[in-house]
């Protein structure tokens, strides 16, 4: 089984800055990509981001790009996000993903095997 969890979370007034983080432990394993997903009260878990290791590629949401930033270590089986001028829309639970196996798609949430709890993220106006 593999464990995942997530740090970093918290108040932030609009425009401010946080950076989140998600650490996968438990069996070894060999991972194709991570990625962070959130969900807003009421709201269906929408794609935040995505790193694939092999080439280090990156996929992000329009609603984030410019703004948000992934990155990770793919020895450490960790990942981060660098969330910049944030603002209230953002205000979410965000959870990091891990998957196994290669697939075209970044954003789709069936393509994750495994996940963490969530840290909550909550900016003020």
């Known amino acids: 089984q593999v464990q995942l969890v997530e740090s970093g979370g918290g108040l932030v007034q609009a425009g401010g800055s946080l950076r989140l983080s998600c650490v996968a432990s438990g069996r070894t394993f060999s991972s194709d990509a991570m990625a962070w997903f959130r969900q807003a009260p009421g709201k269906e878990r929408e794609f935040v981001a995505a790193?694939?290791?092999?080439?280090?590629?990156?996929v992000y949401a329009d609603s984030v790009k410019g703004r948000f930033a992934i990155s990770g270590d793919n020895a450490k089986n960790t990942v981060y996000l660098q969330m910049n001028n944030l603002k209230p829309e953002d205000a979410a639970v965000y959870c990091c993903?891990?998957?196994?196996?290669?697939?075209?798609?970044?954003?789709?949430?069936?393509?994750?095997?495994?996940w963490g709890q969530g840290t909550q993220v909550t900016v003020s106006s």
């Open positions: 993903a891990v998957r196994l196996n290669y697939y075209s798609d970044y954003d789709k949430r069936g393509s994750y095997d495994y």
């Open positions: 790193i694939r290791w092999r080439g280090g590629s990156t």
